[in-house]
């Protein structure tokens, strides 16, 4: 035993040794982090960029390191081209149910059996489809923080500063769309982001660009209007949400029919919901919204049940739509997609948690679309709610190619009658025909001691209402107008032009801004075909199921212009951890450091100058 891990050690040694008399330059490994607190109008936002060169032999190896930071947005778009038809899915002449469908994969001998060759082909067929793909460049500004070849034998750290000018910019949130489980129709999607990348410049002339952390601007909003309180009332007639090219699909084509058929749309109920909200509909992160939302019903064929409530922010695509629409596609939704997660310090309170020996810190982000549910009935036909703001919130903001909306989410689940479920389901196909009465209690306590007949409703909650087939779910929404910090100051957007744009300097320098001069550029065809227009997938429901692994895997699409924007850390993080770490003592020694470099910066006045 012993001998043979001498003899491992001894290779190990020799290995390294070999190695190491063959070093060259290609072995070098910078690393280069940033960490720095958010940007904001009229500010100047401090920052670290910290440099990591291994292995040992290299630390001679940098002649410089210089730092930029720069605004990129992006946008892209498919649709449909000026009068293209897609092809129907027709029914297969061989109506044999493959057996490779059937039982485990839910497909049922006497299903129709359809033909989605031709539909499914046309999805990555350019004589069908438009595809545009560009990205705009909205400023980049650079500074050289190492240089003379400094002595990386240990990490260095050198501070800067990002004074931004008196302008708005747009908030950062990470996109993590981009997988798809079905060939993609229409689409449209944008990204933007505020990334540093530290620019290092080797001894023997190479230069190497790394990402070294993204970062968000924190727009201001003039206070709201005075006085605050004043109340808002909206009433909105709740629809089912209709997705037109959903119609292409057999499937669905048929689920409508048969809707329609034993529940006409002219006979159901018609629901408006009256929305007040007590302190108006212009709010802040964190803030209630407190109000009432009373549903009007007809009387028709379909009745009320839960309704729910959900605060929620999406993004409307407007320049995706836009090129859509002066391209042809005349049935191109504005699409508003959901937002993906807000680039902020709220998203990450787990790393902050202190250490008290009872509960480990687990990852849990705040919910970004908190919600609630009421049950409704014919007799109490309103909800008074208080639903929280979330901290996070990201302010509305209309970027170059897409905009953040905040809304508030209507969703009236609408009983019908078991007739109609019979009609539509047939008398297996209605599972729930005994589930929920149409007028379901409303009483606590029956509810409770009905909850106690079960083996899953925990002792004293209310017993939920099973997930019954035998309803509609009805939508619709209302805008609530979510603002920045309040600033008086008073702050352009930063599409107007000649504005300037946010410059990294060295703490001590004088601050002199540059107007922005953005600079668009289309993204090569080849590359966009890449992303939108592959074959992949199927829109056949027997197929999908069966290939659900092909979709999974093939969950990210190729990389865009994009993928670089969250790269390295979010750089305000860091800066947190920074700042709590000496609030705790942690970084005690280096925190007298920092002061005196601080110091220095702090009582130095930045003269706020533009330079055409
Ligand atoms: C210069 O050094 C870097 C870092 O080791 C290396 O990646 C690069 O290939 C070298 N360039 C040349 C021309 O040797
Ligand atoms: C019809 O389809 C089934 C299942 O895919 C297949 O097994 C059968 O051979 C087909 N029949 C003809 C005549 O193509
Ligand atoms: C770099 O710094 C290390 C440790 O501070 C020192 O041992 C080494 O000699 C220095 N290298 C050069 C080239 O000055
Ligand atoms: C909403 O509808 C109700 C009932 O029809 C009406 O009384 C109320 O004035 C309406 N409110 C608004 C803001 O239109
Ligand atoms: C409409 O109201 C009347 C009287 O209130 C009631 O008899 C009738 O059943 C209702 N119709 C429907 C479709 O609910
Ligand atoms: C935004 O406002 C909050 C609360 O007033 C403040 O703590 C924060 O520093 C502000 N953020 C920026 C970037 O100005
Ligand atoms: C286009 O795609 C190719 C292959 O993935 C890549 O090498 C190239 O950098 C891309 N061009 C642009 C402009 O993104
Ligand atoms: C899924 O993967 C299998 C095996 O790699 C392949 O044979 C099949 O054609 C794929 N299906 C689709 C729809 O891409």
Known sequence: MKNFATTALLVASVAVRARSSSEVDADCKVQAFVRAEDLAPDHISHGDLRIKVKPAHCADRVASVALRLQLDEFGEVKHLRAGAVLPEIEMSDNQTVSPDFLGFYGGSANDIVYDYGAYDRAMSDPAFWVVKAEERRAWSTEVVLFQNNPNFSKPMVAAFIVASPAVNYPPAVKNYRGGDSQPI????????????????????????????????????????????????????????????????????????????????????????????????NVVRGGQ???????????????????????????????????????????????????????????????????KDGTTPSVWRSPSLS????????????????????????????????????????LRLDVLYSQDADICMNGVDGSRCADAEDENPTDDAFEKTEEGLWDSHTPVGQ??????????????????????????????????????????????????VFAVAHPATIVEPIANTS?????????????????????????????????????GGSYTGLLWKKKVVAMERGILLSEAAEFEAEAQGEIGGQHAFVVTP
């Not at 689409?187 to 290092?200: F, K, N, T, W």
């Not at 008073?490 to 060295?506: N, R």
């Not at 056949?540 to 069966?546: C, F, I, K, N, Y």
């Open 462 to 511: 209310a017993v939920e209402p099973r997930n019954c087939r035998r309803r509609l779910y009805l939508t619709g929404k209302v805008r609530i107008n979510v603002l920045g910090n309040i600033s008086t100051q008073s702050v352009d957007h930063y599409l107007k032009s000649g504005l300037p744009s946010p410059v990294i300097l060295l703490p001590q320098a004088d601050v």
């Open 288 to 354: 209630m919204l407190r109000g009432k939302v009373t549903v009007h019903a007809t009387n028709g064929s379909t009745t009320m049940s839960d309704i729910r409530i959900t605060f929620r922010a999406t993004t409307n695509e407007h320049w995706a739509t836009a090129q859509a629409v002066t391209g042809g596609d005349d049935k191109f939704e504005p699409s508003s997609q959901g937002l993906g997660r807000p680039v902020c310090v709220d998203e990450y309170a787990y790393v902050f948690k202190e």
């Open 185 to 280: 129709r229409r689409h449209a999607d944008s990204h933007l982001g505020y990334h540093y990348v530290a620019v290092v410049e080797f001894t023997n002339g190479t230069t190497v660009e790394l990402p070294a952390g993204h970062t968000t601007f924190v727009p201001t909003s003039p206070p709201p209007p005075p006085p605050p309180g004043v109340p808002f009332s909206w009433n909105v007639t709740l629809g089912e949400n209709k997705v037109h090219e959903e119609l292409d699909l057999p499937q669905d084509k048929k689920n409508l029919a048969d809707r329609q058929r034993c529940l006409p749309e002219e006979l159901r109920s018609v629901f408006v919901a009256e929305v007040t909200l007590e302190e108006g």
């Open 370 to 409: 908190p919600s609630l549910q009421s049950r409704l009935r014919v007799a109490k036909p309103y909800f008074d709610f208080e639903l929280e703001v979330p901290k996070s919130a990201v302010p509305d903001f209309s970027a170059f190619y897409s905009s953040v909306e905040n809304w508030l989410e």
């Open 530 to 566: 890449a992303r939108l227009l592959s074959p992949q997938g199927t829109f056949d429901p027997h197929q999908s199921r069966l290939n659900f692994y092909n979709f999974t895997r093939r969950a990210a699409r190729a990389p865009g212009p994009s993928s670089r924007y969250n």
